[in-house]
């Protein structure tokens, strides 16, 4: 085998070894957004809208992803948001922090 | 002082049309995922883009002739077609990525699917295309791109540690992620060094009508345009890393890169963020789509110029209204407007030599530079840049997608 065929399957087989990881890595991502958006939110920081869509995109993310049940605390975050409920979304947030 | 005012535009321009979709997507990407680390890519970048967009004023200035048009007599039908398709087909995806990232801007204002603005969008390009003039198109929405200053002023907001940000700008590997680290680079370098910039470059030094005596004005604004221009792609990768990254959020979509913001201007944050993207996508769109049109108009010989009314240059509208109608249907068919970016702008680091070195021969070339040719240090310097970009990115795709799977 030629040197440089060696060595781009060498970075080929890392780059399939770091899968998993990476998939975690991206579910624990989208857990982080999705608490920075509701901390965002309960600040007054984002509109509603965006903020409905982007934890959507995040229940939708960690739905797919390698722990599907972290998408449903995300779920009760849109159901805050839709009723404007801040208590709700305090008590979300304090949960999802202890995870 | 009238020469002055237009060197002034033309850097005030230049900075505000300097970020584009490209930029923004492979710059947050970079800052959340690696924080100051790539800071570097743009640098590697921006030199190069300053030495190509200078040649190309200097070489339509000298010659009177636009690159597609000098690349063509110079070489062929022949040794022409292949760059000239290649640059067509990564200009299309580009303004696909473009259109992309204003629908992407409307989707996260109003909530409503980025697919259903797609044709709303491409139909403003159009129109505006249609009625405006050159100078309409290339200052007004440059100006209007100074919002994207917010991100510079972010950075003083968020409080950057100066001795981890010159840090950034020497190349070092992280510990892990290699070939994502790479592929982000390539992208970063790709979304710098478009070669729709220097091919719009050109056509706007005849459509400007620029003669000798802007040579020096050329190099300034090719230099300070650029530069400064730069410095907020590179604040964009700061405000990621100071933003972003202690949080834990890495950007694999525009819904998390919007966030970046907020911490500095709170609730504007996040309207400012829509803005730079809307307003910097929707500016790049123009030009993307009168470099298109400008290229085919060359290669074929058609009348063209944007101060020309439609029916003097029928072709030439009909070029751009045709680009823009095929991105507006790849944004329509729903492919993810940020791996679309991604792929487009590594996709454009991999075809840079194949415009690049034929210009390169041509601003070598004596009949058409006279005493202008270039330097063998700016030779060096460009051709140093581009082959190891397309190296590193005929490497770092390919790994990119495995990883991905």
Known sequence: MKPWAFALACLALCACADQQEQELKRAASWSATALAVARYWLQGDLPDTYAKHALEKASEELAKGPLPDASEPVNEMIEA?????????????ADLEKR | MKKLLGITL??????????????????????????????????????????????????????????????????????????????????????????????????LLTGIRFQLWALPVGLAVWLLLWFATFDVVEDGTALLGLVTLCFLVAIFTLGAQPRELAAGFVPRLPSEEHAHYLFIAVSIIGATIAPYLFLFYSSGAIEDKWDKSFIAPNR?????????????????????????????????????????????????????????????????????????????????????GENLKPRQAARFSMAYTLFIALAALIVLSGLNPMKLT???????????????????????????????????????????????????AVVAIPLEIIGSK
């Open chain 2, 10 to 107: 033309g850097i005030v321009t230049s900075i505000g049309g300097f970020l584009d979709v490209g930029s923004i997507a492979t710059s947050a990407q970079a800052g959340a995922a690696f924080g100051y680390s790539l800071l570097w890519a743009v640098l590697l970048g921006t030199i190069c883009v300053i030495f190509l967009v200078e040649m190309s004023g200097r070489f339509s200035i000298v010659s009177g002739h636009t690159i597609v048009d000098a690349i063509r007599k110079r070489f062929g039908f022949a040794g022409f077609i292949v760059p000239f398709a290649a640059t067509l087909l990564v200009n299309l995806l580009v303004l696909a990525s473009e259109l992309g990232g204003i629908c992407v801007a409307l989707q």
């Open chain 2, 342 to 392: 991604l792929f487009s702008m590594a996709i454009t680091a991999v075809i840079l030599p194949l415009t690049a070195l034929p210009f390169l021969v041509l601003m070598n070339d004596a009949r058409y530079m006279r005493e202008h040719v270039n330097s063998h240090f700016s030779n060096i310097v460009v051709l140093l840049i581009v082959l190891l970009s397309a190296i590193l």
């Open chain 2, 220 to 304: 300034f604004i090719a230099t300070f345009g650029m530069s400064f221009g730069s410095i907020i792609s590179m604040a964009v990768i700061v405000v990621a890393a100071l933003a972003l990254k202690p949080e834990g959020i890495r950007v694999e979509e525009y819904e998390q890169a919007a966030l970046m913001l907020v911490p500095a201007f709170g609730r504007w944050g996040f309207y400012l963020f829509v803005a730079s993207l809307a307003i910097a996508c929707f500016g790049a769109a123009l030009e993307l789509s009168l470099a298109s049109a400008y290229s085919v108009s060359q290669a074929f010989g058609w009348n063209w």
């Open chain 1, 81 to 93: 948001i839709g009723k404007r409920d801040q208590l709700a979304m305090r008590r979300l947030i």
